[in-house]
């Protein structure tokens, strides 16, 4: 098949999510693409677990924003215009930083991740960060993101260990 499929910010089409503290909205691709689409909106002092996925290389480009990202043992601040390519196995974290949410495309070869947001997840009432945010007891969080490649190996960014590395880079 041949036909494109395009999406605008606001598309009917593209289903969208409240997961956990997250707005995560799911573009579509052409028919019979395997590409898997997100764009997330993370508010500010959202961290994710040290987690691993074996079977997923976790890439994300930075729209809006600034984050202080960890893959394996390298530390670094990055903002729009950045690419984040983390590659499986590695353990990965992040904490969104600074006054504003940030903005993420996430670009991945298969549906794992996506197929957490969809079990854990509800559908967005509007296009917003979620209003009361959900997280999930800590065990069955662990259980579920084991069923999708995801297998936390660690705490969050601390809010003391990121100001840290804001302060080595001469960013306070």
């Known amino acids: 098949m041949s036909a494109a499929v395009i999406d605008g910010p606001n598309s009917e089409h593209a289903q ?17 693409m395997e590409t898997i689409v ?20 976790d890439t994300w480009y930075i729209l809006n924003g600034e984050m202080v990202v960890r893959c394996g043992d390298d ?17 990965h974290t992040f904490r969104v930083v600074g006054d504003r949410p940030a903005r993420i495309l996430l670009v991945h070869d298969n549906p794992t991740f996506r197929d957490l947001i969809r079990d854990l997840g509800v559908p967005a009432a509007a296009r917003a960060l979620p209003p009361q945010p959900h997280f999930p007891a800590p065990d069955e969080l662990v259980r579920v993101a084991a069923k999708h490649d995801l297998r936390p190996v660690g705490p969050p960014l601390r809010a003391e260990d990121v100001d840290a590395v804001l302060a080595a880079a001469g960013r306070t």
């Open 38 to 57: 997100l764009e997330m909106t993370l508010p500010v002092g959202s961290s994710a677990p040290l987690h691993i996925h074996d079977d997923l290389d």
């Open 16 to 32: 969208a999510w409240w997961f956990l503290d997250l707005l995560v909205v799911e573009h579509r691709c052409a028919p019979g």
């Open 75 to 91: 530390v670094v601040v990055a903002g729009a215009g950045h690419w984040i390519s983390m590659p499986r196995g590695v353990p």
